[in-house]
C-alpha cells in the first residue's frame, strides 16, 4: 500500500513539474535562401526538438483513405463558441515574447521611387516603435525584396488550466 502511495506522490511531482516548467517556441525565417524553422524547449531548454524545419529533407507523404462524407456531425456547443474569442485574447495575455526582430531588404526599379517608398514607410513605423523591432533596408542598386524574422515566445502551461477548464466547461 505505501508503495502506491509512493508511486502516485511521484506522478504528481512530475506532473506538476510538466506544468511549471517554462514552454519556449522559437521561430525563424529567411528568405534567402528560403528557410523556415520552429524550435520547441521544453524543461527549461533542457529538451529541444524542432518539429517545422525546411532545411532538412521532407519524406514523400502517402495519400491517406478518403473517407465518406458524414451527414450533420458533431458541433460545438453555442457557449463554447462565444467564450473562444475572449479565451483567444486571454490566452495571447499569459504569452511572454521573448525576442521579437525583424529585417526587410527592399528596392525598387527606380532608385527615387525606393527612397520615396523608405520615407513613406519610416515615419510610421518609427511611430509605432517599429525601429525596436523592424528594421527597413532600402537597396538602391537593383529590385529586391528580402527579409528575415526571429520570435521567442514562452508561456507556463499551469496558467492556462483555468482557461482550459473554463473552455471544457463549456463544452459539456
Given amino acids: 500500500m505505501a508503495a502506491v502511495a509512493w508511486v502516485l506522490l511521484g506522478l504528481v511531482a512530475v506532473l506538476a513539474v510538466i506544468l511549471v516548467a517554462p514552454v519556449r517556441l522559437r521561430a525563424t525565417v529567411t528568405s534567402t535562401p528560403a528557410q523556415a524553422r520552429v524550435e520547441l524547449g521544453l524543461f527549461w531548454g533542457l529538451v529541444r526538438f524542432a518539429p517545422l524545419d525546411s532545411a532538412l529533407p521532407r519524406k514523400p507523404r502517402r495519400e491517406a483513405p478518403k473517407a465518406k462524407a458524414k451527414s450533420g456531425g458533431w458541433r460545438p456547443p453555442t457557449r463554447f463558441l462565444r467564450l473562444l474569442p475572449g479565451g483567444a485574447l486571454e490566452a495571447l495575455g499569459k504569452i511572454r515574447i521573448e525576442t521579437c526582430?525583424?529585417?526587410?531588404?527592399?528596392?525598387?526599379?527606380?532608385?527615387?521611387?525606393?527612397?520615396?517608398?523608405?520615407?513613406?514607410?519610416?515615419?510610421?513605423?518609427?511611430?509605432?516603435?517599429?525601429?525596436?523591432?523592424?528594421?527597413?533596408?532600402?537597396?538602391?542598386?537593383?529590385?529586391?525584396?528580402?527579409?528575415?524574422a526571429e520570435l521567442a515566445l514562452s508561456l507556463v502551461p499551469a496558467r492556462l488550466l483555468p482557461l482550459a477548464a473554463r473552455l471544457v466547461w463549456a463544452l459539456r
Fill in 101 to 148: 526582430r525583424g529585417a526587410l531588404w527592399f528596392g525598387l526599379e527606380d532608385p527615387a521611387m525606393t527612397g520615396e517608398l523608405y520615407g513613406r514607410l519610416a515615419a510610421p513605423l518609427a511611430a509605432l516603435g517599429g525601429g525596436r523591432w523592424l528594421r527597413l533596408v532600402p537597396v538602391f542598386d537593383r529590385e529586391t525584396l528580402e527579409g528575415e
